[in-house]
């Protein structure tokens, strides 16, 4: 059974970076499958935040790419998601999930269960 | 980017009642759309892709229709565990965009 786990501060100040990590477990990584973030506000609907192959090929919503980072450490079986200059506006439940259906069709078959991220000196 | 519109946003009905939510999207995207269901304080759980497949292991009282800008997903008899928040998401175009949601509650 694939499973997801998200770890990071769940308290970060507003213009720093923001920093998670998607422990993956019972898939390799390296076996296939673009691996994504996606996000979601507080009482809000979901925003997809960009996507990574074991490869390191990765795609960013253009609303978000100046400032996010995707990386992957194939070694270790995660991913990693970086924002940066965060603000109030950045707080959210933030969410690992595998990508099924490619780099051309993304839907997400397997999440983790989300960690909040609070933006707030 | 394109836009989804879920219609109703809140929905109340009872156990056993057949319920449908809308997903209308702003421009064609065939049958690239996919359904999830939430429930508060876990993740999305995916029901449908492909606006009509359902996902392994989803009960068959879900089924999803439609193509083009306009797709519905049906509950058929509702369930306790089924009141949840429903969200559509269209992956034809990036950047993947999903709807607003739909909130349905037991009446």
Do not use: M
Not at chain 2, 9 to 24: E, K, Q
Request: net charge positive.
């Amino acid at each position: 059974q694939v499973q997801l786990q998200e770890s990071g501060p769940g308290l970060v100040k507003p213009s720093e970076t923001l920093s998670l990590t998607c422990a993956v477990s019972g898939y390799s990584i390296s076996s296939g499958y673009y691996w994504g973030w996606i996000r979601q506000p507080p009482g809000k609907g979901l925003e997809w935040i960009g996507s990574i192959y074991h490869s390191g090929s990765t795609y960013y919503n253009p609303s978000l790419k100046s400032r996010v980072t995707i990386s992957v450490d194939t070694s270790k079986n995660q991913f990693s998601l970086k924002v940066s200059s965060v603000t109030a506006a950045d707080t959210a439940v933030y969410y690992c999930a595998r990508q099924a259906g490619g780099a051309t069709n993304p839907v997400f078959d397997y999440w983790g269960q989300g960690t909040l991220v609070t933006v707030s000196s | 980017d394109i836009q989804l519109t879920q219609s109703p946003s809140f929905l109340s009905a009872s156990v056993g009642d057949r319920v449908t939510i809308t997903c209308r999207a702003s421009q064609g995207i065939s049958s690239y759309l996919a359904w999830y269901q939430q429930k508060p304080g876990k993740a999305p759980k995916l029901l449908i892709y492909a606006a009509s497949t359902l996902q392994s292991g989803v009960p068959s009282r879900f089924s999803g229709s439609g193509s083009g800008t306009e797709f519905t997903l049906t509950i058929s008899s509702l369930q306790p565990e089924d009141f949840a928040t429903y969200y559509c998401q269209q992956l034809n175009n990036y950047p993947p965009t999903f709807g607003q949601g739909t909130r349905l509650e037991i009446k």
